[in-house]
């Protein structure tokens, strides 16, 4: 992650520094919760400050012995017409000297925003009498010149409300807001077909096969002896050697990109030998890549 990391962690430093927040981003993306962990944090907390009025708070947080010391500001497409002038004040507060005010927005895949309106029964508030959906890209579309402008993206798809709060609430710990890229290194078998959701795929076919290998066949990757089998052959070592070295140039250009998930698919035959053992071994040779969360799923594991 961690080129990306070099800006991830100004932006931390940039958050848990900053006397002023402003939270934008999606309707239904989360930002009610992400408010009230800011609040938990010793945040003065306004939800839908119309943005004309931001200098003002920010000035107060600025005044010797006000109450006010740290402030945290929801703007949202609720602003209405006047969410056009909100890139003009923003700068404003950038230029206010010791604010270092730090911009975070939210957002979220469409299916999982669908879902909440969905499950809250609220209408969106574009689309009041049309379908969310028509809303949501509405928004999106008219939120895109602030997205552009914010230091820290936080993809709330596939985070619990807890997630996201234990997330914000990091923010005083110095850790950027937001979750980390989650690295699914996922094993597969093509003969039960490509997984769909990869983002980079390798094909192991090419290491010799354990299958074939009578004592080996009822076992799979993640035992040692199929593990020693596959040590002995050269090209094992070679191409994991590649492959880290190329994984581990990447996937901090993923997180500089903002990326959120990456999964890195691992085929052979069927799915239980090589596949597993090399995910497994690329598992632990990315382990110690800062800011990722690691994991690995074996899909054809239990495949005979």
Same mark, same amino acid.
């Given at each position: 992650?961690?080129?990306?990391?070099?800006?991830?962690?100004?932006?931390?430093?940039?958050?848990?520094?900053?006397?002023?927040?402003?939270?934008?981003?999606?309707?239904?993306?989360?930002?009610?919760?992400?408010?009230?962990?800011?609040?938990?944090?010793?945040?003065?907390?306004?939800?839908?400050?119309?943005?004309?009025?931001?200098?003002?708070?920010?000035?107060?947080?600025?005044?010797?012995?006000?109450?006010?010391?740290?402030?945290?500001?929801?703007?949202?497409?609720?602003?209405?017409?006047?969410?056009?002038?909100?890139?003009?004040?923003?700068?404003?507060?950038?230029?206010?000297?010791?604010?270092?005010?730090?911009?975070?927005?939210?957002?979220?895949?469409?299916?999982?925003?669908?879902?909440?309106?969905?499950?809250?029964?609220?209408?969106?508030?574009?689309?009041?009498?049309?379908?969310?959906?028509?809303?949501?890209?509405?928004?999106?579309?008219?939120?895109?010149?602030?997205?552009?402008?914010?230091?820290?993206?936080?993809?709330?798809?596939?985070?619990?409300?807890?997630?996201?709060?234990?997330?914000?609430?990091?923010?005083?710990?110095?850790?950027?807001?937001?979750?980390?890229?989650?690295?699914?290194?996922?094993?597969?078998?093509?003969?039960?077909?490509?997984?769909?959701?990869?983002?980079?795929?390798?094909?192991?076919?090419?290491?010799?096969?354990?299958?074939?290998?009578?004592?080996?066949?009822?076992?799979?990757?993640?035992?040692?002896?199929?593990?020693?089998?596959?040590? +002995? &052959?050269? *090209?094992?070592? !070679?191409? /994991?050697?590649?492959? $880290?070295?190329?994984?581990?140039?990447?996937?901090?250009?993923?997180?500089?990109?903002?990326?959120?998930?990456?999964?890195?698919?691992?085929?052979?035959?069927?799915?239980?030998? +090589? &596949?597993? *053992?090399?995910? !497994?071994? /690329?598992?632990?040779? $990315?382990?110690?890549?800062?800011?990722?969360?690691?994991?690995?799923?074996?899909?054809?594991?239990?495949?005979?």
């Amino acid at each position: 992650m961690r080129e990306k990391r070099h800006a991830a962690r100004r932006a931390a430093r940039t958050a848990v520094m900053s006397r002023f927040v402003v939270l934008t981003g999606l309707s239904g993306s989360g930002k009610s919760q992400a408010i009230r962990a800011l609040e938990d944090l010793g945040y003065f907390c306004v939800d839908n400050l119309p943005v004309t009025l931001l200098p003002m708070l920010a000035e107060l947080t600025l005044r010797a012995g006000t109450e006010i010391s740290r402030a945290a500001v929801v703007v949202d497409v609720r602003e209405g017409k006047m969410l056009k002038e909100f890139p003009g004040i923003y700068r404003q507060l950038q230029a206010m000297r010791n604010l270092n005010p730090a911009l975070i927005f939210l957002e979220a895949a469409e299916p999982a925003l669908i879902r909440r309106f969905s499950e809250t029964r609220r209408p969106h508030p574009l689309s009041p009498d049309r379908s969310a959906i028509e809303g949501i890209k509405e928004e999106r579309a008219a939120m895109k010149a602030i997205r552009q402008m914010a230091g820290h993206i936080v993809d709330t798809t596939e985070m619990t409300v807890h997630e996201l709060r234990h997330a914000f609430t990091g923010v005083a710990s110095g850790r950027a807001p937001g979750n980390q890229l989650v690295v699914t290194i996922l094993s597969f078998g093509f003969k039960h077909g490509i997984p769909v959701d990869s983002d980079l795929l390798f094909d192991v076919r090419f290491l010799p096969n354990p299958h074939f290998v009578p004592a080996l066949r009822p076992h799979t990757g993640r035992d040692a002896k199929v593990v020693k089998y596959l040590d +002995r &052959s050269e *090209a094992t070592h !070679e191409f /994991l050697d590649h492959t $880290l070295a190329l994984l581990k140039f990447l996937i901090p250009q993923y997180v500089h990109e903002g990326k959120s998930y990456l999964t890195i698919g691992i085929g052979c035959t069927g799915g239980r030998h +090589r &596949s597993v *053992a090399i995910a !497994e071994a /690329l598992k632990k040779g $990315l382990s110690k890549i800062p800011g990722v969360r690691l994991r690995v799923k074996h899909r054809d594991i239990a495949h005979e």
